[in-house]
């Protein structure tokens, strides 16, 4: 059987015949019909043609523990973003309110932020030294500048909206913790292919979660690494024509995989040993950070595979790695960029 993919429409009719029938979910763009030729008949005679003649391809359709882990996982994601939006209305709150803490504390709502906010929140704004001295001795700031940065015009308005907003940051905390103790319910049989994909520079923790809800703990369902970075969204396009090249541009793919894969990019960009590290700073100055974080993400979901479809820790290959592999070159670059400065360089290997 044949089925469309249109939003979530489809995953009650495949919850009733997965287990009867054989049921092939299709991408709409890979049997889009002709312009004004669109019924949802047509629709149902083109698949099933599409269907007879071997035309079409199915998607990956996990199965069903897999796929409410999935849900697990992205519903987690959600509330995170979520929790990041109530921090940003506190924050304009407390503009609002002339309040100027996040100019003397790097985090608002740590435990000396969130300490202070309560109390404004509850009506404190008179004695602002005992307002600073909620702040923990580890606070770099003084007395008197938390004390400045508290000084401001907060009403009854603000303190109901702190209160609402403390509130609801309270509970958006309380279901993470949930949702992480679920997810890590869920994800205990895994353990083998969470520890290799924990050996991947940048991929720990959250983002293994979402590879293992995304992919699986084995990449069966792709027949390779350059199929799984297209269908996870970060492969290079490739739109050429009389040849030339018109766009290198990615598709969008797998959302949440693709998201998590350049989070975990950024990560891997800051390491100082590592092979991804090396090639993030390679890149930066001729592509800039953005693209740069999508090759490495193309290289992350690279390893991905290697290690789960191999069942080997990942192996790097060196923060010198692009040196080693075209060594004339470096000498190349390194005597000209000295003769640019006026000298005059004779290389002599070492003997050892």
Not at 303 to 329: C, H, K, M, N, S
Request: net charge positive; proline share 5%; aromatic share 6%.
């Amino acid at each position: 059987m044949c089925l469309e993919s249109t939003g979530s429409y489809w995953k009650p009719v495949y919850n009733l015949l997965e287990d009867t029938v054989v049921v092939w979910l299709i991408n709409p763009s890979h049997v889009k019909p002709l312009r004004g030729r669109k019924t949802d008949v047509k629709d149902s005679q083109w698949l099933a043609e599409l269907l007879a003649f071997g035309l079409v391809v199915p998607s990956f359709i996990p199965d069903k523990p897999q796929r409410e882990l999935r849900e697990a996982v992205r519903y987690r994601r959600s509330l995170i973003e979520e929790r990041a939006r109530e921090v940003n209305r506190i924050q304009k709150v407390l503009e609002g309110g002339n309040i100027k803490l996040g100019s003397v504390i790097s985090d608002v709502l740590g435990v000396s932020g969130r300490a202070m906010l309560t109390a404004i929140a509850q009506g404190a704004t008179q004695d602002l030294t005992q307002l600073a001295g909620l702040a923990d001795r580890r606070i770099r700031a003084s007395a008197e500048l938390l004390a400045q940065a508290l000084t401001g015009l907060v009403g009854d308005h603000q303190r109901w909206m702190l209160t609402q907003q403390l509130r609801h940051l309270s509970d958006l905390e309380a279901l993470i913790t949930g949702a992480d103790q679920e997810i890590a319910r869920r994800t205990r049989p895994f353990e083998e292919a969470r520890t290799l994909l924990d050996s991947i520079p940048g991929v720990q923790g959250r983002v293994a979660d979402v590879i293992l809800a995304e992919v699986g703990p084995t990449v069966e369902p792709f027949r390779s690494a350059a199929a799984l970075a297209k269908w996870t969204g970060v492969a290079p396009g490739n739109k050429t024509s009389g040849g030339k090249r018109l766009s290198g541009r990615t598709t969008p793919g797998n959302r949440a995989l693709r998201s998590a894969l350049v989070e975990a990019a950024r990560g891997a960009g800051r390491t100082k040993s590592t092979y991804m590290g090396a090639q993030y700073r390679r890149l930066v100055p001729r592509i800039g950070p953005k693209r740069a974080a999508m090759a490495v993400a193309h290289s992350i979901c690279q390893r991905i595979w290697i290690v789960l479809d191999r069942r080997e820790p990942y192996a790097d290959l060196g923060v010198d790695y692009f040196d080693r592999r075209d060594t004339e070159a470096v000498k190349r670059r390194a005597i000209r960029r000295l003769a640019d400065l006026g000298y005059q360089v004779t290389l002599e290997p070492i003997t050892l």
